[in-house]
Structures are given as structure tokens and as C-alpha cells.
């Protein structure tokens, strides 16, 4: 298209040119007694030419005025660049973990450009990695006055409250980061993992449906932190007289965490309270299938009150029925059957205890020094079952010596009890900690919604434990047998 252009320009000069000069004509032009004559081709290319000259002194006149900005541009871009540069080798020794040549690069790029949010950024980090963090501090809060730092700014400060362990200031600084940024995942689970910390379970829950809504945990885990913080709340309300209300979180709680047997608990002695026993049975009962524990057993036997040893075999026997296969079924019956003096029961539900499956086991970490342990854990055998834990083998000592007066049979289970694997409890799988009761957080790392009902990993056996308890004559009976166990174990 353009060699058409130029084609046509040229063809259209040619022509005139031809033109003029077969048709030249005479311009004749008188001024102040001057007179000049010519032809027009002439007239035509002098006025070309002089607008040539013209245009050539104008730019040249153009360039002259213009050359001290122009030089002015050329040495800002120079020192842009070289600016630049500079914080590019800052952004690797920092990456490298060179502080002094990060602060080195740091101090020329805030020398050479004139962005403060760039110099800002490489002069903090440079300043936490050669552990000036007043310096950093001093960084970040300087980027808090600009709208494009503010968030980069809020991190740094709120990142060195938490290592400070200043949960007060972190929350602050995590609230106005999430204004800031709804829909910034750290900032907002950072907010609600602190608000559970802190126990502030109503700012919690606010917290969860932010993360909920952003879809930054999974679907079901967020369903049961939920689960979870109601029954804090729940607890709450309860420890403050607001027994309804406290009933309702309760109910909530259950079905949202229903392997949680706390709720199931609760809401069974609130409804206990009020006086709705069949209620409160059905609770239990509903609970029995997904979270057979023993504190609802507990509550369960609180329905007899103080029930007939039958009666209260045929209550445990009703409950069991909901869950047969669980371990803690057939213990419950057991220990319902040995105080009705029904042997033959309390042991066919003691072997099929045995037989069952214990908790997923829960392994505690180990520390990085720390080295493997010298003992290793017993390995079950057949004389030694999986499932023969302290609980069951003290049953058994209690079931051989009530049937039988089979005092060395009871001291052979006494013995295994010794070195038995331990009775199911609360671990928190984060840490591998134990607790004694159920917790919303874990007692040992404060994780929140880590405590499970499992068995935790452990050496079995231990000489001084073994040696205590042969110390016990075998004519001694149950009772002290278990009073010398208790002291040592």
C-alpha cells in the first residue's frame, strides 16, 4: 500500500513538473519600486525552498532550547535504570540471606529512584534479615501511609507480632488487613486462627464464615471447626445460666461434629436437667453410633439412677445394641455383667473386646535430636493381643478372681496390664500431646481443633513397673494388686 502511495506522489510531481513546463506562464511582482519577473515553475520552487530554510531554522532552534531537558531525561532514565539495578541485586542477597549487601544495594536504590514503595520493601526485608527489627518495624509503618503498601505493610508488622507473641496487636493488624483485602486467604485464616487462640468464640465463628466464603479450608473441615466453636459457645451459655440457649448449641454442635462425643454429652444432661429423660436417651443413643466413648456411657447409666445391677446390665445391653461391633460396646456390657455377677457374659464381651479393633493409633513427633528410642514397642503375639489394653487386662485380673479366686491368673493379667498398650484417649494429631479431657484447643500446642479420640503410640514394658508388681504376694487380692499397679503405673 505504501509503494502504491509513493508511486502515485511521484507520478503526480512528474506531471506537474511536465506541466509548467510546457505551459511556463510570466508572475511579475512590483514592491516599493522593486520589480521581479519570472515564471511560475520558478516562483513556485523558490517559495519551496524557502519554506525548506524556514522549517530547518525552526528545529534547529527547537533543538537548542530543548537540550537541557532533554539531557535532564536522559540522566533520570540513567539513573532509573542503575536504580532498578540496584534493587533487583538487593531482591537476590536477600534472597541469598546477605543482609550487609541487601542494605548496600538497599541504600543506593532508595539513592537512585524515586518510588518509595520498591525501597521501602527491599530496606525492611534487608533490615529483618540482619535482625534489626526496629528497623522494620520502622519500614512497614512507613508503608502504611501509602495505599499501595498498605497490605505489604500490615504482613511485615503483623508477621513480627506473632513471632513477639503479641496475639493483641496481630489481631488488630490481621482485622484491618482483611478490610484491606477480603478475599486474601492468609490474612483471613491468620484472623481466625487468632480469635480461636484467644477463645473469642462468638469473633470466631464471624471469622469462619469469612473463610468459609473464600473457600480456604475444605468443605468439611470447616463444617466441623463449626461444630466445634458451638460447643464452646455452648459452654459458655451453660456456665452462664442460659440453659436454653445452651441446649440449641448443643444440638447444633452434634450434628455438625458427630465424632465428637462432648456435645452429645452436654446436650443429654441438659436435657436431664430439664427432666426429658427419653429425650436425652435418644440423644445418647443416636450418638452411640458414630462416637461410642465412654462419657456417654457415663450419662447413659445416670438415666437408671440407682438401678438393680440387672437392670442396669440390660441398660448397657440396650445402648451397646446400637453400636455392636465398637470395642467400648463390649466393654461397657462387661463391666455391666461382672457387677451383676454374670461371668459367663462379662467374659464373652471381654474376649470380644480383645478381639476388636483399637482407635487409629496417633504416633507423637519426635524432636529433631532426639534419638530413637533404646526400647522397642511389644509387638502383639498371640498371648499378648492388639486390643488387650490396661483397661480390659485389669477387667480380666477383676473377672478370674471374682468366677475363680484364680489368683495367678489374675496376677498374669495384673502382669500384662504392666506393659499393656495404652487405654484409648484424647491426642492431638499435630503434636502427638495427650489431655485428659476434650478441648477445643490442644493443652500442648494450642492447636485448634486437633484433639481426637485415639491411641497413642507408646513403649510397652518397662522394668521398674514389672519389678513393683512382683512385689505384691499372690494371695493379696485384687485390691491391692490394683492399689500397688495404680502407685506405679
Known sequence: MRTLLALAVIVALVAATVFFADHPGHVVIVWRGWQIGTSLGVLIAAAALVALVIAGVLRLLRLVAGSPRALLRRRRERRRRAGYKALTRGMVAVAAGDAQEARRYARRAEALLDEPPLTLLLSAQAAQLGGDELAAKKFFTAMLDRRETEFLGLRGLLNQALRDGDRNTARGLAERAVAVRPHTGWATLTLFELEVRERRWKAARAALDAVEKGRFIAADRARHHRGVILYELCREMNAGGERRAALDLAGQARSLAPDLAPPAAMQARLLLAEGDMRRARRVLERAWRSAPHPELAQVYGELGGDEAPMARLRRFERLAGHNPSARESH?????AAL??????????????????PLPPVVAPPLPATSAPP?????AP???RPAGATRRLCLLMARLEEAEHGDLKRMREWLDRAVDAPPDPGYVCTACGGEAGEWDALCPRCGAFDRLEWRTLAANRGGPPAVAATAAVPLDAGIGAALSALGSNG
Open 374 to 378: 533404646s526400647t522397642p514397642p511389644v
Open 331 to 335: 466393654l461397657i456390657v462387661a463391666e
Open 339 to 356: 457387677a451383676a455377677e454374670l461371668w459367663g457374659e462379662a467374659r464373652r464381651h471381654l474376649e470380644n473386646a480383645l478381639a476388636a
Open 381 to 383: 503375639s498371640a498371648d
